[in-house]
């Protein structure tokens, strides 16, 4: 039995795919408009860091989608294939509780491990560098999470292209907060569930300006959403054939595409080209060289064949970067557009 469904939140806990009791009681919240809660209790392999894990999915401190309380619980929201949802997801001991509302709620339960890095297989990492050695031994819960999702990555990757993740996160947070829907459920002030992709084609030309979107970005999008069904099937690819169908979009080149199969399917190999900063921090890491450019930052990496994006997290976590010469918000993604 994979798990069980219940108003209550100490109903199922999860092992290995088989259901048990739990002797773990949730931590009680006020249940406000959204129905009652679904809940399932899942038991990792190993050690879970919910804020590495599920921190890459936020877009910005602002971001409605995404919220972290002082009970250390994560929020999330998502427009699933059974339609919005909101997650809450909250670490007590070995177990995980994850608590959801909305028609999505059932889908989002049910790839709760996927999210938290089940499918994720850590100890084939082998490290060939001191600092990722230290650095793997120090954060044993980095997991590399897999969504199943693919237009949640996409839309707010390409709005990060060619400018400052300032400017990206704004454009993402107005646009998301104007036409996204309220998010189920007893959720922290201002979440939103993102909107679909019909209403992504219908935000007009100066919403998109308003925003701060330029018309190559805004095109993209537009592109994009069109064709979100067949973008949405690439989740059942393997993580190089579903970027090649996101490269087919024209506007989405290889930062967006290695970008969003790092999350939508927890992609261990499928390494971040095109960026303005990791090549030199990778390079700075490794080599001791600040200026490596995308060529220099692969040689650096082939030892990590297999691993080389869980390398360059690694690197990004040990913290030995070097000093900046750039705007702290600089451009990050650079595609032909």
């Known amino acids: 039995m994979a798990g069980r469904f219940s108003p209550r939140p100490t109903r199922t806990t999860v092992r290995g795919g088989d259901a048990v009791p739990s002797r773990v009681a ?7 408009a959204g129905g009652p809660a679904r809940t399932r209790v899942y038991v990792p392999d190993g050690p879970v860091e919910l804020g590495l894990v599920l921190g890459v999915l936020r877009r910005g401190p602002g971001d409605p989608t995404f919220r972290t309380t002082p009970d250390g619980s994560v929020w999330r929201t998502a427009r699933t294939p ?3 949802g909101t997650l809450r997801v909250c670490a007590r001991g070995g177990e995980v509780l994850g608590e959801a509302w909305g028609p999505g709620a059932e889908w989002l339960l049910d790839r709760l491990p996927s999210l938290l890095g089940a499918d994720d297989d850590p100890s084939a990492f082998v490290p060939r560098h001191r600092l990722l050695a230290v650095t793997a031994h120090r954060r044993p819960g980095l997991r590399l999470g897999r969504t199943g999702l693919v237009l949640e990555s996409l839309i707010p990757s390409v709005l990060e292209q060619k400018v400052t993740t300032l400017e990206a996160y704004r454009a993402w947070r107005v646009l998301v907060r104007k036409f996204g829907e309220a998010a189920p ?3 922290p002030g201002g979440m939103c569930v993102m909107p679909s992709a019909r209403t992504w084609a ?5 919403e998109w300006h308003l925003a701060g979107v330029d018309d190559k970005r805004a095109a993209t999008i537009l592109r994009a959403v069109r064709v979100a069904a067949r973008l949405e099937e690439a989740v059942s690819m393997a993580p ?4 090649a169908r996101l490269e087919v979009v024209p506007g989405v080149g290889p930062w967006t595409s290695a970008e969003v199969v790092q999350r939508s399917h927890g992609a261990p190999d499928e390494v971040t080209v095109g960026d303005l900063h990791l090549p030199g921090i990778v390079g700075f890491a490794l080599g001791g060289d600040r200026f490596a450019d995308d060529a220099g930052m692969l040689r650096l990496l082939e030892p990590y064949a297999g691993q080389r994006h869980r390398a360059a997290r690694l690197v990004l976590l040990s913290g030995r970067v070097p000093g900046r010469r750039a705007p702290r918000f600089a451009p990050r993604g650079i595609e032909r557009l």
Do not use: H
């Open 26 to 32: 949730a931590p009680a919240i006020p249940r406000q």
């Open 82 to 84: 059974a339609g919005p």
């Open 185 to 187: 459920g007893p959720v």
């Open 202 to 206: 219908l935000i007009p030309s100066w």
């Open 240 to 243: 190089v054939a579903a970027r």
